[in-house]
Protein backbone atom coordinates (compact mmCIF):
# COMPACT_ATOMS: atom_id res chain seq x y z
CA UNK A 1 0.00 0.00 0.00
CA UNK A 2 1.24 3.70 -0.53
CA UNK A 3 -0.33 6.72 0.21
CA UNK A 4 0.64 10.38 -0.24
CA UNK A 5 -0.20 13.14 0.62
CA UNK A 6 -0.76 15.60 -2.15
CA UNK A 7 -1.75 19.03 -3.20
CA UNK A 8 -2.30 19.12 -7.42
CA UNK A 9 -1.89 23.08 -9.04
CA UNK A 10 -4.46 21.76 -11.69
CA UNK A 11 -7.14 21.42 -8.30
CA UNK A 12 -6.43 23.91 -6.10
CA UNK A 13 -8.46 26.80 -5.68
CA UNK A 14 -7.99 29.47 -8.24
CA UNK A 15 -9.17 33.66 -8.84
CA UNK A 16 -9.85 36.15 -5.84
CA UNK A 17 -10.49 33.12 -3.30
CA UNK A 18 -7.08 32.22 -3.52
CA UNK A 19 -5.45 35.07 -2.09
CA UNK A 20 -8.12 34.96 0.35
CA UNK A 21 -10.68 37.26 -1.55
CA UNK A 22 -14.13 35.40 -2.42
CA UNK A 23 -14.38 32.75 -4.66
CA UNK A 24 -16.28 33.54 -7.90
CA UNK A 25 -19.04 31.49 -8.82
CA UNK A 26 -18.15 28.07 -10.77
CA UNK A 27 -19.59 27.18 -13.92
CA UNK A 28 -19.07 23.56 -12.83
CA UNK A 29 -22.52 22.00 -12.16
CA UNK A 30 -24.71 23.97 -14.05
CA UNK A 31 -27.24 22.49 -16.93
CA UNK A 32 -27.09 24.01 -20.60
CA UNK A 33 -29.81 26.29 -19.75
CA UNK A 34 -27.77 28.03 -16.77
CA UNK A 35 -24.75 27.75 -18.19
CA UNK A 36 -26.60 30.10 -21.14
CA UNK A 37 -28.03 32.34 -18.73
CA UNK A 38 -23.98 33.16 -17.22
CA UNK A 39 -23.10 33.46 -20.62
CA UNK A 40 -25.71 35.97 -21.43
CA UNK A 41 -24.93 37.91 -18.50
CA UNK A 42 -21.64 38.36 -19.96
CA UNK A 43 -23.17 40.03 -22.57
CA UNK A 44 -22.98 36.80 -25.09
CA UNK A 45 -26.38 37.73 -27.54
CA UNK A 46 -29.21 35.38 -27.72
CA UNK A 47 -28.12 34.44 -31.03
CA UNK A 48 -24.74 32.85 -30.58
CA UNK A 49 -25.63 31.54 -26.95
CA UNK A 50 -26.35 27.69 -28.23
CA UNK A 51 -23.19 27.74 -29.32
CA UNK A 52 -21.15 28.73 -27.06
CA UNK A 53 -22.88 26.68 -24.74
CA UNK A 54 -21.85 23.72 -26.60
CA UNK A 55 -18.19 25.08 -27.06
CA UNK A 56 -18.23 25.24 -23.25
CA UNK A 57 -19.68 22.00 -22.58
CA UNK A 58 -17.04 20.32 -24.70
CA UNK A 59 -14.19 22.03 -22.98
CA UNK A 60 -15.56 21.01 -19.78
CA UNK A 61 -16.57 17.82 -19.66
CA UNK A 62 -14.74 15.82 -23.12
CA UNK A 63 -11.92 17.84 -22.30
CA UNK A 64 -11.53 17.90 -18.89
CA UNK A 65 -9.51 21.79 -19.28
CA UNK A 66 -9.51 23.87 -15.96
CA UNK A 67 -8.11 26.93 -17.98
CA UNK A 68 -10.26 29.65 -20.29
CA UNK A 69 -6.82 30.40 -21.82
CA UNK A 70 -7.40 26.52 -23.80
CA UNK A 71 -10.31 26.93 -25.23
CA UNK A 72 -9.53 27.77 -28.54
CA UNK A 73 -12.43 28.11 -30.20
CA UNK A 74 -13.75 30.30 -28.24
CA UNK A 75 -12.96 33.92 -28.93
CA UNK A 76 -9.92 35.76 -26.93
CA UNK A 77 -12.44 38.92 -25.59
CA UNK A 78 -14.88 35.80 -23.97
CA UNK A 79 -12.04 33.82 -22.95
CA UNK A 80 -10.88 36.98 -20.96
CA UNK A 81 -14.47 37.86 -19.78
CA UNK A 82 -14.61 34.55 -18.41
CA UNK A 83 -11.64 34.11 -16.49
CA UNK A 84 -12.60 37.36 -14.93
CA UNK A 85 -15.98 36.46 -13.59
CA UNK A 86 -15.79 32.56 -13.28
CA UNK A 87 -14.12 29.68 -12.09
CA UNK A 88 -13.14 25.83 -13.24
CA UNK A 89 -11.59 25.37 -10.18
CA UNK A 90 -11.91 21.43 -8.79
CA UNK A 91 -12.17 20.00 -5.44
CA UNK A 92 -8.46 19.96 -4.22
CA UNK A 93 -7.02 16.88 -2.80
CA UNK A 94 -5.88 16.38 0.50
CA UNK A 95 -4.86 12.81 0.65
CA UNK A 96 -4.66 10.05 -2.06
CA UNK A 97 -4.14 6.55 -0.60
CA UNK A 98 -3.76 3.32 -3.26
CA UNK A 99 -4.70 0.18 -1.48
CA UNK A 100 -3.14 -3.25 -2.31
CA UNK A 101 -5.55 -3.99 -4.27
CA UNK A 102 -5.52 -0.73 -6.44
CA UNK A 103 -8.45 0.87 -5.22
CA UNK A 104 -7.98 4.68 -4.96
CA UNK A 105 -9.47 6.86 -2.57
CA UNK A 106 -9.50 10.99 -2.64
CA UNK A 107 -9.47 12.53 0.56
CA UNK A 108 -11.18 16.14 -1.09
CA UNK A 109 -11.07 19.49 0.50
CA UNK A 110 -14.31 21.64 -0.71
CA UNK A 111 -13.62 25.13 -1.42
CA UNK A 112 -14.01 27.84 1.34
CA UNK A 113 -17.31 28.85 2.49
CA UNK A 114 -18.65 32.66 2.28
CA UNK A 115 -16.77 33.10 5.84
CA UNK A 116 -13.75 32.27 4.18
CA UNK A 117 -13.14 29.39 6.58
CA UNK A 118 -11.70 26.44 4.65
CA UNK A 119 -14.01 23.77 3.10
CA UNK A 120 -15.70 20.70 4.62
CA UNK A 121 -13.76 17.72 3.56
CA UNK A 122 -15.39 14.36 1.65
CA UNK A 123 -14.10 11.07 0.70
CA UNK A 124 -14.19 9.61 -3.10
CA UNK A 125 -13.67 5.69 -3.98
CA UNK A 126 -12.27 4.24 -7.42
CA UNK A 127 -12.38 0.85 -7.79
CA UNK A 128 -10.61 -0.67 -10.84
CA UNK A 129 -11.01 -4.20 -12.01
CA UNK A 130 -10.05 -6.10 -15.38
CA UNK A 131 -12.54 -4.14 -17.75
CA UNK A 132 -14.47 -1.58 -15.71
CA UNK A 133 -13.58 1.05 -13.02
CA UNK A 134 -16.26 2.16 -10.22
CA UNK A 135 -16.41 6.00 -8.98
CA UNK A 136 -18.34 5.85 -5.79
CA UNK A 137 -19.25 9.22 -4.71
CA UNK A 138 -20.44 11.27 -2.18
CA UNK A 139 -23.76 13.11 -1.72
CA UNK A 140 -23.18 14.98 1.40
CA UNK A 141 -20.37 16.15 3.63
CA UNK A 142 -21.50 13.36 7.12
CA UNK A 143 -24.60 11.69 7.35
CA UNK A 144 -28.12 11.93 9.22
CA UNK A 145 -28.86 8.57 9.47
CA UNK A 146 -26.78 7.06 11.80
CA UNK A 147 -26.84 3.31 10.36
CA UNK A 148 -25.22 1.44 13.24
CA UNK A 149 -23.15 -0.68 11.12
CA UNK A 150 -22.17 2.40 9.21
CA UNK A 151 -18.95 4.40 9.41
CA UNK A 152 -20.32 7.67 7.95
CA UNK A 153 -23.44 6.88 10.39
CA UNK A 154 -21.04 8.04 13.19
CA UNK A 155 -20.45 11.77 11.71
CA UNK A 156 -23.24 14.09 11.98
CA UNK A 157 -24.31 15.95 8.92
CA UNK A 158 -22.42 18.86 7.84
CA UNK A 159 -24.22 19.57 5.21
CA UNK A 160 -25.22 18.82 1.60
CA UNK A 161 -22.90 19.02 -1.12
CA UNK A 162 -23.86 21.52 -4.38
CA UNK A 163 -23.98 19.98 -8.10
CA UNK A 164 -20.19 21.50 -8.45
CA UNK A 165 -19.10 19.73 -5.76
CA UNK A 166 -20.70 16.43 -6.77
CA UNK A 167 -19.57 16.62 -10.37
CA UNK A 168 -16.22 18.04 -9.36
CA UNK A 169 -15.73 14.58 -8.13
CA UNK A 170 -15.91 12.78 -10.99
CA UNK A 171 -13.47 15.54 -12.85
CA UNK A 172 -10.93 14.95 -10.34
CA UNK A 173 -11.21 11.32 -10.51
CA UNK A 174 -10.74 11.57 -14.25
CA UNK A 175 -8.08 14.02 -13.84
CA UNK A 176 -6.06 11.52 -11.84
CA UNK A 177 -6.94 8.50 -13.98
CA UNK A 178 -5.93 10.39 -16.88
CA UNK A 179 -9.37 9.27 -18.77
CA UNK A 180 -9.02 12.99 -20.94
CA UNK A 181 -8.22 12.90 -24.03
CA UNK A 182 -4.48 13.46 -25.24
CA UNK A 183 -4.11 12.62 -20.74
CA UNK A 184 -2.49 9.88 -19.05
CA UNK A 185 -2.44 8.89 -15.40
CA UNK A 186 0.00 9.61 -13.14
CA UNK A 187 0.68 6.09 -12.29
CA UNK A 188 -1.20 3.25 -14.55
CA UNK A 189 -0.93 0.51 -11.86
CA UNK A 190 -4.12 -1.37 -11.22
CA UNK A 191 -6.16 0.13 -13.66
CA UNK A 192 -8.09 -1.58 -16.05
CA UNK A 193 -6.85 -2.01 -19.72
CA UNK A 194 -9.97 -0.29 -21.36
CA UNK A 195 -9.46 3.19 -22.60
CA UNK A 196 -12.28 4.02 -20.39
CA UNK A 197 -11.55 3.99 -16.68
CA UNK A 198 -14.75 5.09 -14.92
CA UNK A 199 -17.45 2.83 -16.48
CA UNK A 200 -19.88 3.07 -13.50
CA UNK A 201 -20.38 5.87 -11.11
CA UNK A 202 -22.13 5.04 -7.40
CA UNK A 203 -23.85 7.23 -5.72
CA UNK A 204 -22.68 4.67 -2.23
CA UNK A 205 -20.15 7.25 -0.85
CA UNK A 206 -20.81 9.55 2.59
CA UNK A 207 -24.45 10.50 2.43
CA UNK A 208 -28.10 9.63 1.83
CA UNK A 209 -28.73 11.25 -2.46
CA UNK A 210 -32.08 10.81 -1.72
CA UNK A 211 -32.02 13.74 1.46
CA UNK A 212 -30.19 15.88 -1.63
CA UNK A 213 -32.22 15.25 -4.51
CA UNK A 214 -32.33 18.40 -6.60
CA UNK A 215 -28.27 18.74 -6.67
CA UNK A 216 -28.07 14.91 -7.37
CA UNK A 217 -30.24 15.19 -9.77
CA UNK A 218 -28.44 17.74 -11.61
CA UNK A 219 -25.26 16.37 -11.25
CA UNK A 220 -26.19 12.99 -12.85
CA UNK A 221 -27.85 14.61 -15.57
CA UNK A 222 -24.29 16.10 -16.28
CA UNK A 223 -22.64 13.13 -15.80
CA UNK A 224 -24.97 11.15 -18.07
CA UNK A 225 -25.06 13.84 -21.00
CA UNK A 226 -23.47 11.96 -24.38
CA UNK A 227 -21.68 14.74 -25.41
CA UNK A 228 -19.29 15.11 -22.38
CA UNK A 229 -18.92 12.78 -19.68
CA UNK A 230 -21.15 10.08 -20.87
CA UNK A 231 -21.91 7.62 -18.60
CA UNK A 232 -25.41 5.73 -19.12
CA UNK A 233 -27.61 6.20 -16.71
CA UNK A 234 -27.50 2.06 -16.90
CA UNK A 235 -24.15 2.22 -15.51
CA UNK A 236 -25.14 4.86 -12.81
CA UNK A 237 -26.50 3.93 -9.25
CA UNK A 238 -27.92 5.64 -6.16
CA UNK A 239 -28.19 3.94 -2.87
CA UNK A 240 -30.69 5.02 -0.86
CA UNK A 241 -31.53 3.97 2.80
CA UNK A 242 -35.26 3.97 2.20
CA UNK A 243 -36.16 7.53 1.85
CA UNK A 244 -39.60 6.19 0.35
CA UNK A 245 -41.36 9.25 -0.91
CA UNK A 246 -38.48 10.12 -3.04
CA UNK A 247 -38.01 6.78 -4.51
CA UNK A 248 -40.19 7.08 -7.06
CA UNK A 249 -39.21 10.59 -8.18
CA UNK A 250 -35.43 8.59 -8.46
CA UNK A 251 -37.28 6.19 -11.18
CA UNK A 252 -39.13 9.17 -12.58
CA UNK A 253 -36.95 12.11 -12.45
CA UNK A 254 -33.45 10.74 -12.60
CA UNK A 255 -33.92 7.43 -14.19
CA UNK A 256 -30.56 5.77 -13.03
CA UNK A 257 -30.60 1.99 -11.36
CA UNK A 258 -31.93 1.71 -7.51
CA UNK A 259 -29.64 0.14 -4.88
CA UNK A 260 -31.79 -0.66 -1.38
CA UNK A 261 -29.57 -0.73 1.85
CA UNK A 262 -31.83 -3.41 3.51
CA UNK A 263 -29.91 -5.27 5.61
CA UNK A 264 -32.17 -6.83 7.85
CA UNK A 265 -35.74 -8.45 7.27
CA UNK A 266 -37.53 -7.65 10.37
CA UNK A 267 -38.60 -4.51 11.30
CA UNK A 268 -37.69 -4.55 15.29
CA UNK A 269 -33.91 -5.23 13.69
CA UNK A 270 -34.13 -3.29 10.96
CA UNK A 271 -34.91 -0.15 12.78
CA UNK A 272 -31.77 -0.36 14.83
CA UNK A 273 -29.45 -0.86 11.93
CA UNK A 274 -31.23 1.53 9.79
CA UNK A 275 -33.16 3.60 12.34
CA UNK A 276 -35.20 5.75 9.08
CA UNK A 277 -36.84 2.37 9.30
CA UNK A 278 -39.14 3.28 12.01
CA UNK A 279 -40.46 6.39 10.04
CA UNK A 280 -40.18 3.93 5.87
CA UNK A 281 -40.57 0.30 7.43
CA UNK A 282 -39.94 -2.50 5.32
CA UNK A 283 -43.33 -3.18 3.78
CA UNK A 284 -43.43 0.42 2.82
CA UNK A 285 -40.03 0.45 1.22
CA UNK A 286 -40.71 -2.99 -0.79
CA UNK A 287 -44.19 -1.63 -2.22
CA UNK A 288 -41.93 1.51 -3.67
CA UNK A 289 -39.61 -1.06 -5.26
CA UNK A 290 -42.60 -2.87 -6.93
CA UNK A 291 -43.71 0.78 -8.44
CA UNK A 292 -40.16 2.21 -9.14
CA UNK A 293 -40.31 3.37 -12.47
CA UNK A 294 -38.91 1.42 -15.10
CA UNK A 295 -38.03 -1.58 -12.96
CA UNK A 296 -37.92 -4.93 -14.55
CA UNK A 297 -35.34 -7.73 -15.49
CA UNK A 298 -33.16 -5.85 -17.31
CA UNK A 299 -33.31 -3.19 -15.49
CA UNK A 300 -33.60 -4.99 -11.37
CA UNK A 301 -33.08 -3.40 -8.08
CA UNK A 302 -30.49 -4.27 -5.93
CA UNK A 303 -30.60 -5.16 -2.21
CA UNK A 304 -27.65 -4.42 -0.33
CA UNK A 305 -27.21 -7.19 2.69
CA UNK A 306 -24.51 -6.31 4.74
CA UNK A 307 -23.99 -9.41 7.13
CA UNK A 308 -23.35 -9.30 10.35
CA UNK A 309 -22.56 -12.12 12.98
CA UNK A 310 -25.14 -13.78 15.08
CA UNK A 311 -27.53 -10.44 13.73
CA UNK A 312 -28.83 -10.75 10.50
CA UNK A 313 -26.95 -14.09 9.12
CA UNK A 314 -29.42 -16.80 10.10
CA UNK A 315 -30.76 -19.41 7.64
CA UNK A 316 -34.30 -17.90 8.51
CA UNK A 317 -32.98 -14.66 7.83
CA UNK A 318 -32.04 -15.97 4.56
CA UNK A 319 -35.63 -17.82 3.93
CA UNK A 320 -37.60 -14.57 5.02
CA UNK A 321 -35.40 -12.59 2.28
CA UNK A 322 -36.54 -14.15 0.15
CA UNK A 323 -39.77 -14.52 0.73
CA UNK A 324 -39.95 -10.66 1.20
CA UNK A 325 -38.65 -9.99 -2.10
CA UNK A 326 -40.84 -12.23 -3.68
CA UNK A 327 -42.43 -10.17 -7.17
CA UNK A 328 -39.61 -7.77 -7.48
CA UNK A 329 -36.86 -7.97 -10.53
CA UNK A 330 -34.08 -7.87 -7.99
CA UNK A 331 -30.49 -9.25 -7.75
CA UNK A 332 -28.95 -9.18 -3.88
CA UNK A 333 -25.80 -8.27 -2.62
CA UNK A 334 -24.09 -9.81 0.10
CA UNK A 335 -21.68 -7.37 1.29
CA UNK A 336 -19.09 -8.94 4.36
CA UNK A 337 -18.94 -6.36 6.61
CA UNK A 338 -15.98 -4.26 6.74
CA UNK A 339 -14.27 -3.09 10.34
CA UNK A 340 -13.65 0.25 11.41
CA UNK A 341 -12.59 1.83 14.68
CA UNK A 342 -15.39 1.04 17.39
CA UNK A 343 -17.68 -0.64 15.49
CA UNK A 344 -19.92 -2.82 17.92
CA UNK A 345 -20.37 -5.84 15.07
CA UNK A 346 -18.24 -8.29 13.72
CA UNK A 347 -18.40 -10.10 10.14
CA UNK A 348 -20.48 -13.31 9.30
CA UNK A 349 -17.89 -16.36 9.10
CA UNK A 350 -17.40 -17.10 5.71
CA UNK A 351 -18.81 -20.57 5.37
CA UNK A 352 -22.32 -18.50 6.60
CA UNK A 353 -22.28 -16.33 3.92
CA UNK A 354 -22.09 -19.12 1.65
CA UNK A 355 -24.75 -20.52 3.28
CA UNK A 356 -26.96 -17.59 3.23
CA UNK A 357 -26.30 -16.71 -0.47
CA UNK A 358 -26.75 -20.94 -1.15
CA UNK A 359 -30.54 -19.89 -0.34
CA UNK A 360 -30.76 -16.65 -2.15
CA UNK A 361 -29.57 -18.81 -5.12
CA UNK A 362 -31.79 -21.46 -4.70
CA UNK A 363 -34.72 -19.24 -5.43
CA UNK A 364 -33.88 -17.91 -8.58
CA UNK A 365 -31.83 -14.55 -7.57
CA UNK A 366 -28.26 -13.60 -8.15
CA UNK A 367 -26.41 -12.71 -4.88
CA UNK A 368 -22.70 -12.11 -5.48
CA UNK A 369 -20.54 -11.59 -2.75
CA UNK A 370 -19.05 -8.14 -2.84
CA UNK A 371 -15.73 -9.01 -2.51
CA UNK A 372 -13.98 -6.31 -0.07
CA UNK A 373 -11.65 -3.76 -1.50
CA UNK A 374 -9.98 -1.01 -0.09
CA UNK A 375 -10.13 -2.30 3.66
CA UNK A 376 -6.29 -1.42 4.03
CA UNK A 377 -7.24 2.11 3.65
CA UNK A 378 -10.54 2.42 5.06
CA UNK A 379 -11.97 2.50 1.73
CA UNK A 380 -14.39 -0.31 1.82
CA UNK A 381 -17.84 0.02 1.76
CA UNK A 382 -19.49 1.54 5.31
CA UNK A 383 -16.08 2.72 5.96
CA UNK A 384 -16.02 6.28 4.53
CA UNK A 385 -15.66 9.43 7.26
CA UNK A 386 -14.06 12.68 6.78
CA UNK A 387 -13.36 14.87 9.81
CA UNK A 388 -15.53 17.23 9.02
CA UNK A 389 -17.63 18.75 11.35
CA UNK A 390 -20.57 21.29 11.69
CA UNK A 391 -20.21 23.89 13.71
CA UNK A 392 -22.49 26.28 16.04
CA UNK A 393 -23.15 29.40 14.86
CA UNK A 394 -21.83 30.68 18.45
CA UNK A 395 -18.57 28.11 17.57
CA UNK A 396 -18.29 29.89 14.36
CA UNK A 397 -18.24 33.08 15.92
CA UNK A 398 -15.37 32.07 18.27
CA UNK A 399 -13.25 30.06 15.68
CA UNK A 400 -13.19 33.74 13.76
CA UNK A 401 -12.21 35.60 16.48
Given at each position: ?????????????????????????S?????????G????GL???????????????????????????????????L???????????????????????????????????D?????????????????????????????????T?????T?????N??A????????V??????????????D?????????????????G????????????????????G????????????????????????G?????????????VR?D???E???????????????A??T?P?????RR?????V??K??N????????L????????????????N????????????????????????????????????????????Q?????????A????????
Amino acid sequence: MSESAITLAETAPSGPAANGGERPPSLIGLGREALGARLHGLGVPERALRMRVSQLWHWLYLRGRTDFAEMTNVSKDLRGRLAGAFTLARPEISAEQVSADGTRKWLLRLAPGDDGRPGPEIETVYIPEDARGTLCISSQVGCTLTCTFCHTGTQRLVRNLTAEEIVGQVLVARDRLGEWPDAAPDDPTGLPASERKITNIVLMGMGEPLYNFENVKAAMEIAADGEGLSVSKRRITLSTSGIVPMIERCGAELGVMLAISLHAVRDDLRDELVPINRKYPIAELLEACRTYPGVSNARRITFEYVMLKGVNDSIADAKELVRLLAGIPAKINLIPFNPWPGAPYACSDWEQIERFAEIVNRAGYASPVRTPRGRDIMAACGQLKSASVKLSASARRRAGA
